[in-house]
């Protein structure tokens, strides 16, 4: 027992003497070692190292010693512009070493530091202060730090170059480093955070926590990566790889992460990736292996490959009606040239997915990113509300239904002055729906949507595609060939169909208001004008159809539409009491104006029927209320539309052979004005009654122009003719027989003219506005000899024109000229 306290005591006697003359050495030759380290500094800066202060320690460091520089400046190799700085830098220098004069790092701490690392736009880095060796001299400088320790560094890194800009907050980071001109073997362990990044206007991974544990060995031609391991926001990583820095340049580099979280994954994304991506509140588990690897040169660059798999995978977006869940998804992505796009390829193994009850099978490729060529198949069922949710339509009702998919597709993209077009396409498919119904907010609704679609080769087959549209129900058949090439595909053929519509009941004013609302680039296929070669024959068949006050029955059609032009071979229905038959076209002139050119054949339809359709034509002169008939007719029609189908009245053109049996005029003021000339047959010309007539008009020059035709009525024969136009300004002649066959005795009343036949009649003008017109002797017509006494019978008859009441009959009452009546001249 004593013998082990001696022991112990002169332990302590020496390392107390060691400590002491230790201290003592340290305080004789500190100004010596001082010199030491500021020579050996300058003699490899290019650039100076300021410091505020420096202290020896061999306590803090024993059995080594501790030197400590305090306010240190350290100036990079741009003006105005600091590499290091830091309150505190602290070195443990090997005692032993030091003592020979050769300097080794034990230790490195900095406290509340700044590192900047800055490369200009001329490729210059700022961190060049270093002198070059010598070449003359073969010694190699050696230096080892066996332990590094940064404590709340800032780290700025800014590449003018790349445009990328990054701020690293390092809590604390440990590590060591082993220079040995060239060799550099650094090892870390660090713990930060980056405070600020972003990649010219991309920012990202700012406020994320980082942990990094590596080990890089640099032999002045390579760089070594050892395996390694880094966690970013709870998503981990391993990475390792082989940098060659001399020619020829070389690089591998492989990256894995196993099992990380999709919302980590999604956190380490640049912001406006993540804004994009956030709202589909994917969960699941994602695996990766990257690997970059291959040769580096001006011409070729390395290969990259990556493999995706996802397990498990939900997304769970607010606005879609239901999740979609992903159980197995598997990729694989690989770039055999960075350099040439046109080496990428991109396969989807395959991708499970189901929404609700209803899965679905993908999978597919992607060749030369170039020029893409995409291929794939989807089988299965997709949820129609599902699908109209993910397109964000404005649905007023809740969609129902599911499509049936079972396709196989491949084009080929090329591309065009401002974007991509399908070169080829080749696309085989069935879809099948079933129930399918949706109301979009301001459009008809479609309910009971059924039927079968087949696509092949550029061709698609219509099958018993029948539902709901609106008020309207539609079946559709037929076919529709090289229909590739009105999407895009300008080697294949135009594009032809042939296709039967068929409904119960039309409601064509819900039908042509929603293609008038439809947004105007909606009918545009991208890529494709509107003067592309096409030709669609359509027939129809149609039980009832209904257009404002129109309803007709049993209409057929034949028609053909093409670019800028629409045929009607045929169109036959019944309507109006009778049946109708047009043939025409619309079509659509060098200057956007539309044309339409029309032969209508009517028989036997109800004229008050057709004017009240038309409302009675836009005038309010002869009317619904006071026709009766029936209409036999042949009309050519030549109309025009300005480009927003504004009616062009002034270039509107119409030929017309009118037919019209049992007709009536009833309460036409006009024809009661004549009623006190006629023997007073009042009741009867308030329901005039003609039988046959036969008459030719004509429309141009916004008028009306009605051919002198003869009216057998049940009062008298009246032949009428002359003109009115289509802003109500009316011009009628009319021959009306006399009261009997004494010429004498109505010759008395004004001059009797005698028609090419030899019959005697008065000449009658209508003239005025529908709204102010007069009913006047035509002296034109009626010659010279015109008596200026008119009797008893001439006074009645302008007293029933101006609406005075029958006056008793006074043997001395003469009427004067033109008390009543406006004798024209003209």
């Avoid at 070449?135 to 050696?142: H, I, L």
């Avoid at 070389?250 to 099992?259: A, F, H, L, N, P």
């Avoid at 209508?600 to 109800?606: G, K, L």
């Avoid at 066959?741 to 005698?754: A, I």
Wanted: glycine share 6%.
């Amino acid at each position: 027992m004593r013998r082990l306290k001696k022991i112990t005591y002169y332990f302590i006697v020496i390392l107390l003497a060691i400590l002491f003359g230790g201290a003592l050495g340290v305080y004789i030759y500190k100004d010596d070692i001082i010199d030491l380290l500021i020579e050996e500094v300058n003699k490899s800066l290019k650039t100076q190292l300021e410091v505020e202060q420096i202290d020896l320690n061999l306590l803090k460091g024993f059995p080594n010693l501790a030197v400590e520089f305090k306010g240190v400046k350290f100036h990079s190799a741009f003006e105005n512009e600091m590499l290091l700085s830091g309150d505190n830098v602290f070195f443990v220098l090997n005692i032993w070493n030091l003592l020979e004069k050769n300097i080794e790092i034990e230790r490195l701490e900095v406290d509340n530091g700044k590192l900047i690392i800055h490369k200009n736009k001329k490729g210059e880095n700022n961190f060049d202060v270093f002198n070059v060796q010598d070449a003359s001299d073969t010694t190699r400088n050696s230096l080892e730090i066996r332990s590094i320790l940064l404590t709340n560094v800032e780290v700025v890194y800014n590449d003018e170059i790349s445009s990328i800009h990054a701020t690293y907050a390092i809590n604390k980071l440990l590590g060591s480093a082993k220079f040995h001109e060239p060799d550099i073997d650094f090892y870390v362990q660090s713990n930060f955070l980056l405070t600020k990044t972003s990649t010219g206007n991309l920012k990202w991974l700012v406020g994320k926590k980082v942990q990094i544990t590596t080990r890089i060995e640099y032999n002045g031609t390579s760089l070594s990566v050892f395996p390694s391991e880094l966690s970013i926001n709870q998503a981990y990583f391993k990475f390792n790889g082989h940098v060659k820095t001399s020619e020829p340049y070389e690089v591998s580099i492989r990256i894995t992460g196993e099992k990380n979280d999709f919302s980590s994954m999604v956190s380490i994304l640049p912001d406006i990736v993540q804004k994009k991506l956030k709202p589909f509140n994917g969960k699941g588990k994602i695996d990766f292996i990257t690997e970059i690897k291959g040769a580096v040169s001006r011409s070729s660059w390395p290969k990259l490959t990556t493999s995706v798999g996802l397990t498990d995978f939900v997304v769970n977006h607010k606005e879609l009606k239901e999740p979609l869940y992903l159980s197995d998804v598997k990729g694989y992505l690989a770039i055999m040239d960075l350099k040439k796009p046109e080496t990428g390829h991109f396969e989807l193994e395959k991708a499970d997915a189901s929404v609700k009850d209803k899965k679905i099978k993908i999978s597919g490729s992607v060749n030369n990113f170039q020029v893409p060529t995409i291929r794939g198949r989807l089988n299965g069922e997709l949820d129609v509300p599902w699908i109209l949710s993910v397109a964000k339509l404005d649905l007023t009702e809740q969609a129902s239904g599911f499509l049936g998919v079972d396709m196989e597709f491949s084009f080929t993209l090329q591309k065009g002055e401002n974007t991509m077009n399908i070169k080829s396409m080749d696309v085989a498919a069935q879809y099948n729906f079933h129930k399918v119904g949706f109301h979009l907010k301001n459009y008809p609704g479609i309910r009971e949507l059924e039927g079968r679609v087949l696509w092949k080769n550029g061709s698609a087959i219509i099958n018993a595609f029948k539902g709901q549209f609106g008020q309207s129900d539609i079946e559709l058949n037929g076919t529709i060939d090289h229909l590739a090439y009105l999407l895009g595909d300008r080697e294949k053929e135009e594009t032809t169909a042939s296709l039967q519509l068929n409904s119960a009941y039309m409601n064509l004013d819900e039908i042509v208001d929603f293609i008038t609302r439809l947004p105007q680039d909606t009918t545009a296929i991208k890529g494709r004008s509107d003067t592309d070669p096409y030709i669609f024959d359509l027939e129809l068949s149609i039980d009832t159809i209904n257009f404002r006050k129109f309803f007709g029955t049993n209409l057929r059609a034949r028609t053909q539409i093409e670019p800028k032009k629409i045929m009607i071979e045929k169109l036959t229905s019944n309507g109006f009491g009778g049946k109708v038959a047009v043939a025409g076209s619309i079509s659509r002139q060098f200057n956007g104006d539309f044309f339409i050119m029309a032969k209508t054949q009517t028989n036997s339809i109800e004229l008050d029927s057709l004017f009240n359709v038309f409302n009675n034509f836009q005038q309010d002169f002869i009317t619904d209320e006071y026709l009766k008939g029936q209409l036999n007719s042949d009309i050519y029609t030549y109309m025009y539309f300005d480009k927003d189908w504004r009616f062009r009245r002034n270039l509107l053109y119409v030929e017309a052979l009118l037919q019209i049996k049992k007709g009536e005029l009833n309460n036409f003021e006009p024809i009661m004005a004549l009623a006190p000339y006629l023997n007073n047959q009042e009741e009867k010309l308030s329901r005039l009654k003609f039988s046959d007539l036969n008459s030719h008009i004509d429309i141009a020059n916004d008028t009306v122009f009605l051919s002198d035709m003869y009216v057998g009525t049940n009062v008298r024969n009246i032949k009428i003719g002359g003109y009115h136009t289509l802003d109500q300004h009316i011009d009628y002649r009319l021959s009306v027989p006399v009261i009997n066959d004494k010429r004498d005795k109505d010759q008395e009343f004004g001059e009797v003219k005698v028609d090419k036949e030899g019959k005697l009649y008065w000449p009658f003008r209508i003239k005025g506005t529908t709204d102010d017109y007069k009913v006047n002797y035509d002296i034109g017509r009626a010659g010279s000899n015109i008596v200026k006494g008119l009797k008893r019978e001439i006074t009645e008859f302008g007293n029933t024109l101006t609406g005075k009441k029958k006056e008793e009959k006074k043997d001395t009452l003469l009427l004067e000229d033109d008390e009543y009546f406006e004798w024209e001249n003209e």
